[in-house]
């Protein structure tokens, strides 16, 4: 009877430290998959500050194309504005940004839905500049828009009810 109790113990004690093993093994996969996403968030952040700084270099090359007058200042002051951003969003953690971007739109919920408005907007625009072209289908006419209704009338009414002829066929009737 010890014997089986001391093997109860034995496989308890196996179970428990089986257990803690694989828990740590787990934290350890966690972990790693944390600082792997870490990473991999901080070099779209990176890429991201890259392309807002060519942005900004784009800007300035706008700028001294006009130089001297009201519109190269403006894109000037649009540059230094977006290169500083750039500078801020390179020199913060993503925590930190999306703590931030968190407080702002707690503060400013009108501004956030005008933003995700306007982004939409331009994703639209966007997708549309980048579709296809295709052919515009042509509008129908008025006549042509009549036939199909009366085809239309004519499949949805019961057996019992007077047919509406369709275009076509009122055409054939009025010619002799």
Do not use: C, W
């Not at 093994?25 to 998959?33: I, Y």
């Not at 020199?91 to 501004?111: D, K, T, V, W, Y």
């Not at 004519?154 to 369709?166: F, G, K, T």
């Amino acid at each position: 009877m010890t014997d089986l109790k001391d093997t109860a113990k034995d496989l308890k004690t196996t179970a428990k430290d089986t257990a803690s093993e694989l828990g740590d093994q787990a934290r350890a996969a966690l972990d790693t998959g944390k600082a792997e996403a870490s990473l991999r968030i901080e070099e779209v952040k990176d890429g991201l500050a890259r392309q807002v700084k060519d942005a900004a270099g784009a800007l300035r090359r706008a700028a001294a194309d006009q130089q001297g007058t009201l519109p190269a200042r403006v894109l000037e002051t649009l540059a230094s504005s977006v290169e500083g951003s750039a500078d801020r969003l390179s020199g913060r953690s993503f925590s930190s940004l999306a703590s931030e971007a968190a407080m702002i739109a707690r503060r400013h919920p009108g501004a956030l839905v005008a933003g995700a408005v306007l982004a939409g907007f331009a994703a639209t625009r966007f997708a549309r500049a980048s579709a296809p072209d295709q052919p515009p289908r042509p509008a129908p006419t008025a006549t042509a828009a009549y036939g199909q209704a009366a085809q239309a009338a004519q499949a949805s009414h019961p057996a019992y009810l007077p047919q509406v002829p369709a275009n076509d066929d009122l055409k054939a009737q009025a010619t002799p």
